[in-house]
């Protein structure tokens, strides 16, 4: 019988503190809360791209759910809309304050990424076909380039084959995915010579590349890629989880001709921050 009550009260405790968790929306529009959001400029648009700075304006400590699905909008229209691609749960002290980096996406593939001056507004939840997808890339951490790509797919109705990357099993499951929402059909393997979209190409017609050098003492995970002027992820270069411990030479490689002529960034990521970035400027031979 103790036992039985034991259990019992845990079970009572845990579904009073679940209770007391506030939607986000609803904890604002109930003036429990006020916040401000803004870009990251730190991480990129597919990673962590929205700082959200949260006052408590009750006198007792308040837990508010940030949940999957939750868009905000740009307060300038050049710069790109988002969608939440991972609950939070954020518990702020009472009359305090709390900061937190929030894991999102851009659904505004041709605006402008995220950058530290521009401020956001909540929006609405996603629908339906939107929250699916943000819910896969949550449950299977799929924090990256592909993941993007699918985001774009369902959104600004972009071509299927764009759903490209390193990790084939990501790719597939995510063209699935949009496939199943939007009616289309997955295409066949990219051809060999599909720079854009195959992934395991190791001839290039224009080699350009060169070297990221690091030292750090736990696992990480790694990303090289490339963005145009305006921020935007175009190709991923590197891509590596739990790298060991220690000091790397990462070594890098694109083709150049297959893209236009102009300035670029490669940057590398480390956990989720841009740990260092390079400009490079492609030319004509």
Request: glycine fraction near 6%.
């Amino acid at each position: 019988m103790k036992n039985i009550l034991i259990l019992t009260a845990i079970i009572l405790s845990y579904n009073i503190a679940k209770s007391q968790e506030e939607p986000f929306n609803a904890a604002v529009k109930q003036k429990m809360i006020s916040f401000v959001a803004s870009g990251n400029s730190k991480s990129t648009h597919f990673l962590k791209p929205l700082i959200l700075k949260l006052q408590n304006l009750l006198n007792t400590s308040k837990t508010v759910k940030i949940e999957n699905g939750q868009t905000f909008i740009a307060s300038d229209s050049a710069y790109q809309n988002l969608v939440v691609t991972k609950e939070m749960i954020v518990t702020i002290p009472a009359n305090g304050n709390k900061t937190v980096e929030l894991y999102a996406m851009c659904i505004e593939h041709y605006d402008n990424a995220p950058v530290d001056n521009v401020i956001y507004k909540e929006g609405k939840m996603a629908g339906p076909s939107l929250k699916g997808l943000t819910m896969i890339i949550e449950k299977n951490n799929y924090f990256d380039q592909i993941a993007q790509e699918a985001v774009w797919c369902i959104v600004n109705d972009n071509p299927i084959e764009d759903i490209a990357g390193f990790n084939n099993e990501e790719v597939l499951e995510l063209q699935k995915y949009v496939c199943s929402v939007t009616g289309k059909k997955i295409p066949p393997p990219p051809a060999a010579d599909d720079y854009i979209h195959n992934y395991n190409i190791k001839t290039f017609k224009r080699t350009i590349g060169g070297y990221f050098e690091f030292d750090f003492n736990k696992k990480s995970n790694v990303k090289v890629a490339m963005f145009n002027n305006r921020g935007i992820v175009i190709r991923e270069l590197y891509n590596q989880t739990n790298v060991a411990p220690g000091f790397h030479k990462i070594k890098f490689e694109f083709d150049g001709s297959a893209f236009e002529y102009g300035n670029y960034k490669i940057k590398m990521i480390i956990d989720g921050n841009i740990y260092y970035e390079r400009n490079i400027e492609l030319k004509e031979p």
